[in-house]
């Protein structure tokens, strides 16, 4: 299914672009993570956004996700492992799923420590180490797998594994890990114990942005925008905190409607 414009991430950036592009009668897909994984729904007390002072973090976002919803915005809970432009359209794998669309506004919040590749992983990606349980676990099946979480979300993944017959090895909020072997995959070692597995599964809540849409312009580490919040990459737009200061709401909201205006816009041709 193709959409004009597909959101990544359901924070304030995010919500306020999908409901700018619905705005202007175009078709919208938000694909996110759940709303008790954003950093702000742990906030006790939000008091600086206009119009909506006294609210909790998680009082705010279901305000703006209800708004997004009652405005025809489509939803989609999932992390997004790669895209790449083809045509007129971006592809947009979610799992093992593909979505498109002709626009795409990134708003995926400031990367966090989980971020931060872990010695071997990227040497033996795809010889036994993967981002998703859901699209390579079957090739684990009846095997030891080591699986490093990051969110809630991916204790789901690691039940998948368990599901189909893997003997899993969780690790939560793993730091100071090492992925070893020759050709493969054979231990993984966290916090000083090494464990022989065959698959490591690294569940982050999202990719960086420059592994994520290779040959995206950055600067000092944050995604360079114009004044339209369009990136380098034609029909990739970005706003929020993946932009860079100040990380504020308020930031993020202007700049979701600039973002989803020119989103919009760019998919009308």
Not at 127 to 134: E, H, I, N
Not at 178 to 185: N, Q, T
């Amino acid at each position: 299914m193709s959409y004009d414009v597909l959101v990544i991430g359901g924070g304030p950036a995010g919500l306020s672009a999908a409901l700018n592009v619905r705005a202007r009668g175009k078709r919208v897909l938000v694909i996110s993570n759940p709303l008790e994984e954003n950093p702000l729904w742990r906030a006790e007390l939000v008091d600086n956004c206009l119009g909506l002072p006294g609210l909790s973090g998680a009082e705010l976002l279901r305000i703006l996700r209800r708004h997004g919803e009652e405005a025809g915005a489509e939803f989609r809970e999932g992390r997004v492992l790669s895209a790449l432009r083809s045509g007129e359209e971006w592809y947009v794998s979610v799992g093992p799923e593909m979505e498109r669309a002709g626009a795409v506004v990134l708003a995926s919040g400031a990367l966090r420590g989980a971020g931060k590749k872990f010695p071997g992983e990227e040497a033996l990606l795809g010889r036994g180490v993967s981002y998703c349980a859901t699209c390579d676990g079957m090739l684990y099946r009846g095997r030891r797998v080591a699986v490093l979480g990051f969110s809630a979300s991916a204790q789901k993944e690691a039940e998948f594994l368990r599901g189909i017959g893997c003997e899993v090895l969780w690790f939560d909020h793993p730091r100071d890990c090492v992925i070893s072997g020759r050709d493969r995959v054979e231990s993984v070692t966290c916090g000083g114990v090494t464990e022989e597995v065959a698959g490591v599964f690294l569940l982050r809540p999202s990719a960086a942005p420059g592994e994520l849409f290779p040959g995206l312009a950055l600067d000092r580490g944050f995604v360079a925008v114009d004044r339209r919040m369009s990136t380098n990459l034609p029909g990739l737009f970005a706003a929020g905190d993946c932009t860079g200061g100040p990380l504020q709401i308020s930031k993020a909201i202007g700049e979701g409607q600039v973002a989803g205006q020119s989103a919009a816009a760019f998919a009308a041709g």
